[in-house]
């Protein structure tokens, strides 16, 4: 009897993760001293898809996600080119110059309350300062684990414990003396059913062995 009471609470509980984890789109923009990018990314279930855009608002590269296998591809919407990117699996040992803070200040980014999280590493003369809030963004913390690998975009944030459901609405990054680095942040968020097509890579692109 206890047994099937388990399974009952497992089941239920599964289900309603599934139900309430987050689908829809998030539009970002990327600011630094050189450049100004813009991205979009698609989420549904275990598939992420994230569109990145240049200053002209061109698409130069499409990452395609699935989280459950951990592949990765990337494509050249110009060039109708796609490969496989190898995910390193073998992550360092944790560095002890990362200095984490979750502090109380809080503010409004795009109608969602977020709460500051710093991030300080001294040898690199950087700190990050994400403006996160919490809601159903389960996807993100499985996200920032596979393209670590090969994007450094959420490195710091992949140092901060216990981050389950939470996304950064406003990310900035300065130099330890105060000097604005880079910022991204997050323009529109749409909460709508996504396509399983958008997921597929054309059928007119081919495959580039690395």
Not at 189 to 200: E, L, P, Q, R, Y
Request: aromatic share 14%; hydrophobic share 35%; net charge neutral.
């Amino acid at each position: 009897m206890i047994n099937f009471l388990l399974s009952y609470i497992l089941l239920f509980v599964s289900a309603n993760a599934d139900i309430d984890a987050f689908q829809g789109s998030i539009e970002m923009i990327q600011k630094s001293q050189y450049e100004t990018s813009y991205f979009t990314y698609f989420v549904k279930n275990d598939n992420v898809r994230i569109d990145k855009f240049d200053n002209n608002h061109t698409l130069k590269q499409s990452l395609y996600i699935n989280l459950s296998s951990e592949q990765i591809y990337v494509l050249c919407p110009i060039k109708r080119l796609y490969s496989k990117i190898e995910v390193n699996k073998n992550k360092l040992a944790e560095n002890d110059n990362f200095i984490i803070q979750k502090t109380e200040n809080s503010r409004i980014v795009n109608d969602y309350l977020c709460y500051q999280w710093r991030v300080k590493n001294k040898e690199r003369n950087t700190e990050v300062a994400y403006w996160v809030s919490q809601d159903n963004f389960y996807f993100f913390e499985r996200l920032i684990s596979l393209i670590n690998s090969t994007d450094k975009t959420y490195e710091f944030f992949e140092k901060i414990p216990e981050t389950q459901g939470f996304f950064p609405m406003l990310s900035v990054e300065r130099t330890l003396l105060r000097k604005e680095k880079s910022r991204l942040y997050v323009v529109h968020i749409s909460n709508k059913t996504v396509n399983d097509d958008i997921f597929t890579i054309p059928s007119d692109c081919k495959l580039v062995l690395r």
